[in-house]
């Protein structure tokens, strides 16, 4: 069973930082390729870090230089550090495995998501 819980979002002012975390139960984990996603209604979802089983990271144009992904192999956690928080940054926000290539392709179920709320 493919299993992944997000948290850590909230509502911050044009900015600010948060940090987002994911827990899987993944058996795989230490071997998966994982990404972080983000989605407003509407639109499409587009990965926006993500972060090779070996820990080499890639960021989207629109949040390289202010997004920090890491992963921990013990504890089969990614985290998200966001920093200089933009409005255009509001969005639900999702982790998932996924294949290797960007933008590649998701593996997992979805989870719920955790909101991120930037003010103006």
């Known amino acids: 069973q493919v299993q992944v819980v997000e948290s850590g979002g909230g509502l911050v002012q044009a900015g600010g930082s948060l940090r987002l975390s994911c827990v899987t139960s993944?058996?795989?984990?230490?071997?998966?390729?994982m990404g972080w996603y983000r989605q407003v209604p509407g639109s499409q979802r587009e990965l926006v870090a993500a972060i090779t089983s070996g820990g080499r990271p890639y960021y989207a144009d629109s949040v390289k230089g202010r997004f920090t992904i890491s992963r921990d192999n013990d504890k089969k956690t990614v985290t998200l550090e966001m920093n200089s928080l933009k409005p255009e940054d509001t969005a639900a926000y999702y982790c998932n495995s996924k294949t290797q290539g960007i933008p590649g392709i998701p593996l997992g179920d979805w989870g719920q998501g955790t909101q991120v709320t930037v003010s103006s």
């Open positions: 993944q058996s795989t984990f230490a071997i998966n390729h």
